[in-house]
């Protein structure tokens, strides 16, 4: 199993532009989250989904969209992007969202992402 | 709403305990997590509390206690690895993800 993987590692973007950001899992969870953290901070909420074609506004959405088309992925979209948004943004999952112990979630890498 | 108290900084000797507190305010109760993060790293599952009580896996204990809504990460036999922020978390109610405090960072010193 290869967990939760997120491609790019790095990006540097202009004000303006517009990327996705990938995240995948093979371990048919129907969860999955997509968080931002800034330097010394927590992590914050951008969306979740609580499987495919459903998804839901997380603490901080604004700037961001995502998609959830199969069980696997979960895209988030950054358009026009902002100096705001220069953060490292992480992709989760979990086989629930609470109780019976099986909360637990898996983190992918990271996306460290630079706005300039 | 939901938020989560927990001390910014804590430093500790290589070989000894410390202690991570964590005081909640939630709407409803469903557990306390705790989670690991590594300098450049991404997080981990530590534990879940979904009782009173502790709750110990090797090195490291969490405790619970919900009539003082408060929690606890126990580490033992500190070692430098141990070095890292930790964040403790909780659901906003029963059917949302998790919400984050913002994390504690460990540093563990010879």
């Known amino acids: 199993n290869a967990g939760v993987t997120q491609t790019p590692k790095f990006r540097i973007l202009k004000i303006g532009q517009s990327m996705t950001l990938q995240c995948a899992q093979d371990?048919?969870?129907?969860?999955m989250y997509w968080y931002r953290q800034d330097p010394g901070m927590g992590l914050k909420l951008i969306y979740y989904?609580?499987?495919?074609?459903?998804?839901d506004k997380g603490e901080v959405p604004n700037g961001y969209n995502v998609s959830r088309s199969t069980t696997e992925d979960f895209p988030l979209r950054l358009e026009l992007a902002a100096p705001s948004q220069t953060s490292v943004y992480f992709c989760?999952?979990?086989?629930?969202?609470?109780?019976?112990?099986?909360?637990?979630?898996?983190f992918g890498p990271g996306t460290r992402l630079t706005v300039l | 709403g939901q938020s989560l108290e927990q001390p910014s900084e804590v430093t500790a000797v290589e070989g000894a305990i410390v202690q991570i507190n964590c005081t909640y305010q939630?709407?409803?109760?469903?557990?306390l997590s705790w989670y690991q993060q590594h300098d450049g790293g991404a997080p981990t599952f530590l534990s879940y509390n979904a009782l009173d009580g502790l709750e110990e896996t090797g090195r490291f204990s969490s405790f619970l206690s919900r009539s003082d809504s408060y929690g606890y990460l126990l580490l033992q036999e500190l070692q430098m690895k141990d070095s890292a922020s930790y964040f403790c978390?909780?659901?906003?109610?029963?059917?949302?993800?998790?919400?984050f405090g913002k994390g504690t960072r460990l540093s563990v010193i010879a």
């Open positions: 939630t709407s409803g109760f469903y557990g």
């Open positions: 371990m048919n969870h129907n969860y």
């Open positions: 989904s609580v499987g495919a074609g459903i998804t």
């Open positions: 989760a999952s979990s086989y629930s969202l609470l109780l019976a112990g099986d909360n637990e979630q898996f």
């Open positions: 978390a909780a659901p906003h109610s029963g059917n949302t993800p998790l919400v």
